[in-house]
């Protein structure tokens, strides 16, 4: 049989079962992939179910069930089903992937009464034969007003014999079953306390959802700050493996503790670059200082002995002609002040010694030791700013969110690893050093400062973030450090060229190199490293991009920034929020592997506002101020000399005198599939 057409169904009745097709697992398509051959593939290999049922809102309808898909058509219409051009016409979706149903199910008489409140189709049960039996295909329809919006929508289905409605709801289910996406068994924990303190409210709204679906729940409400953190980790991987998902309802600072009580004790790599050993107290002599500055670039030239240097605390003797070698200067420009310096060493990395450091990355990048890598971790909002859920579906709306973790949509998850280094002048004996991960973002100065103050005032909901950002901003504090990086080749920003003063740069400057592609879903950077394996590693970087990229790995370089900031960014992913929607960060993706690191250097109080204002408002396409400098990286680390902050990372609050960060690509999978627009 070719293309189906019309006339060839029947009027009434089931022509066709196809249980042996239906075994297949599902294609997980939505709307957005049919393009226009949707409808050309109708052939009978395809076919699992056909035939005429009534259709709440339409009537009678001819209806062909897919492996793929659900299409139906007024029976009214005819001709062939490649040719109908105002199928929308009837103002009633005509074709549902199957990747788009969450749930299907029987209703009994009861459940027809209920529903008779519901506008759409009680006008059709009341006029339909009393003997009629209903079946519900659970789907959603998108928001028109507001982005990546999902609101639930039923189709209800008629057939006077209960068989045929039984076969109906047998076979859509079949090919939900075989959808091995989709979670069966959640862990859900619910913070009482997050945000608006709204997420019991917020739950309750979702649970009903989550029963049509059949999916199974256990649930914790958690009791105490750490608890969702002491579960997860304590966790023993048959408690794990018995579930498909976590999920959150509550906010980032919440979705960060099941982050990190899944990885704290079950991610392995090597710790990478590390900050000097030695503390640059306050940088009071400052020869030594730009020794030390001078060893640690060296360092940093030359990532494998650094990892060597790691294990032989303080230093080698065979570094020595490593760092005679390399050539040191201040930035004249800069040097007007030497607390103000910006020194920077820009020592290209060699092609093999690179490739070296990236494949013994690689090699331990999915080295998550646990019987179920592939455990998702999805949020319900119900936080004060939802970052991470606003980054990763488009929308902060629970409903949205249960939606996409009942289809099992699937994405993953660059997640940055700190390492706060902790030692002293007096003790020279290294401590263990204090791991976290995050997945949005990490900051320090204004940014930290903001973070752990608000923690004070968390009664005022979020509102807080307001009020404590307006008085950390009049105090107007700033902070000696030195960031050392892998520089990409991406950046936004010339350097600064005075510290100290500000202006602003004229026009649209500096973005050609960055990469202007915003992430959505099924987004092409982010793809681009998928296939990443350790046999093509070192023909390929370890963040995916191919070495002949025009700024791929062959131009990455360690920098050194040093100077006086007012504060630090590292932003993993766009950071959508409802204050900044396209995010603080709108070029930034969700598993590129890199983060994008903002580093702000001293300035007056109203060249900060405008920044921050900008930054919130606009994001980093229009950071055009001379005294940021914004650069995307893998990897950096951060040593301060002066007063110090807090590095605050998705919350968590960090001690701040020496950090090392490392992006690892796609390291966690989350119930998500990135903006739809
Ligand atoms: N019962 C509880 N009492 C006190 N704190 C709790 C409790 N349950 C969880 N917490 C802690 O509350 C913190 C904040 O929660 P959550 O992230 O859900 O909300 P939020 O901070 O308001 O939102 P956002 O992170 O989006 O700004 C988490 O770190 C969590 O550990």
Redesign the pocket.
């Known amino acids: 049989m070719s293309e189906l057409e019309l006339e060839s169904f029947p009027k009434s009745g089931l022509l066709t079962i196809d249980h042996q097709n239906s075994q297949d697992n599902v294609k997980r398509r939505r709307v957005s992939d049919f393009g226009s051959t949707s409808r050309t593939n109708a052939n009978s290999a395809n076919i699992v179910l056909q035939g005429s049922l009534s259709l709440s809102s339409t009537g009678l309808v001819d209806v062909i069930l897919l492996h793929d898909r659900l299409i139906w058509k007024n029976t009214k219409l005819h001709g062939n089903w490649d040719s109908l051009p105002c199928w929308r016409q009837t103002n009633v979706p005509c074709e549902l992937p199957i990747a788009e149903i969450y749930a299907v199910e029987s209703l009994d008489d009861g459940a027809a009464q209920r529903k008779k409140g519901s506008s759409l189709f009680c006008h059709l049960l009341q006029e339909e034969a009393p003997w009629m039996n209903h079946f519900a295909v659970h789907s959603f329809r998108r928001s028109s007003s507001r982005k990546c919006q999902w609101i639930p929508k039923a189709y209800i289905f008629g057939h006077e014999d209960l068989r045929i409605c039984e076969a109906w709801v047998e076979s859509i289910q079949g090919l939900l079953d075989n959808d091995k996406q989709r979670p069966k068994k959640l862990l859900i924990?619910v913070?009482?306390?997050?945000?608006?303190k709204a997420?019991l409210r917020t739950w309750e709204r979702v649970i009903p959802l989550f029963h049509q679906a059949k999916v199974k729940t256990k649930v914790i409400?958690?009791?105490?700050?750490?608890?969702?953190?002491d579960v997860l980790d304590k966790a023993t991987e048959e408690d794990l493996s018995l579930q498909d998902g976590i999920v959150?309802?509550?906010?980032?600072?919440?979705?960060?503790?099941a982050l990190n009580g899944l990885l704290a004790h079950r991610h392995t790599a090597p710790l990478g670059p590390t900050p000097k050993e030695v503390l640059l107290d306050s940088a009071v002599d400052v020869e030594e200082a730009q020794m030390h500055t001078k060893l640690e670039s060296t360092m940093h030239a030359n990532p494998v002995s650094c990892m060597e240097i790691n294990e032989n605390f303080p230093f080698q003797a065979d570094l020595q002609p490593l760092l005679e070698e390399n050539s040191f200067k201040p930035n004249a420009k800069d040097g007007h002040n030497s607390n103000l310096c910006n020194f920077e060493l820009d020592s290209s990395v060699s092609t093999e010694t690179f490739t070296n450091f990236a494949n013994e990355l690689n090699q331990y990048k999915g080295s998550i030791t646990m019987s179920t890598p592939q455990l998702r971790i999805g949020i319900i909002?119900?936080?004060?700013?939802?970052?991470?859920v606003i980054s990763t579906t488009g929308s902060r709306d629970a409903i949205t969110s249960a939606l996409h973790i009942i289809l099992g949509d699937n994405m993953p998850l660059d997640v940055v690893r700190l390492i706060s280094w902790k030692s002293s002048n007096l003790s020279k004996e290294r401590e263990e050093p204090r791991v976290r991960y995050a997945a949005s973002f990490a900051g320090y100065g204004f940014f930290g400062d903001v973070a752990k103050e608000s923690e004070l005032f968390?009664w005022m909901?979020?509102a807080r973030?307001d009020y404590v950002g307006a008085k950390v901003f009049l105090r107007h504090k700033k902070y000696a450090a030195e960031i050392s990086f892998l520089d990409m080749g991406e950046k936004s920003n010339v350097k600064a060229n005075s510290v100290g003063k500000y202006s602003y740069q004229q026009g649209k400057v500096h973005t050609k190199n960055i990469n202007q592609v915003i992430c959505r879903m099924n987004c092409p950077v982010c793809a681009r490293g998928k296939d990443d394996t350790l046999t093509n590693a070192a023909e390929k970087h370890p963040i995916g991009r191919s070495s002949k990229t025009p700024f791929g790995w062959e131009t990455a370089r360690w920098r050194t920034s040093h100077g006086i900031f007012q504060s630090v960014g590292a932003a993993v992913m766009s950071c959508r929020n409802d204050k900044a929607p396209d995010g603080m960060v709108a070029h930034a993706h969700l598993a590129d592997g890199l983060l994008d690191l903002i580093m702000i250097r001293d300035c007056s109080r109203p060249a900060y506002l405008r920044q921050l204002i900008e930054l919130s408002r606009r994001g980093d396409n229009h950071l055009s101020f001379n005294f940021v400098e914004h650069y995307k990286t893998p990897m950096f680390t951060f040593i301060s000399h002066g007063e110090e902050s807090v590095w605050s990372a998705?919350?968590?609050l960090f001690p701040a005198h020496k950090l090392s960060a490392q992006v690892f690509r796609g390291l966690v999978n989350i119930f998500a599939s990135g903006p739809e627009v």
Do not use: C, I, W
């Not at 913070?191 to 608006?196: H, L, Q």
């Open positions: 924990f913070n009482p306390y997050g945000g608006k997420a409400h958690t009791q105490r700050l750490g608890h969702a953190f959150v309802v509550g906010g980032d600072g919440l979705f960060n503790e909002p119900a936080g004060s700013t939802d970052t991470v968390r909901g979020p973030y998705d919350g968590e």
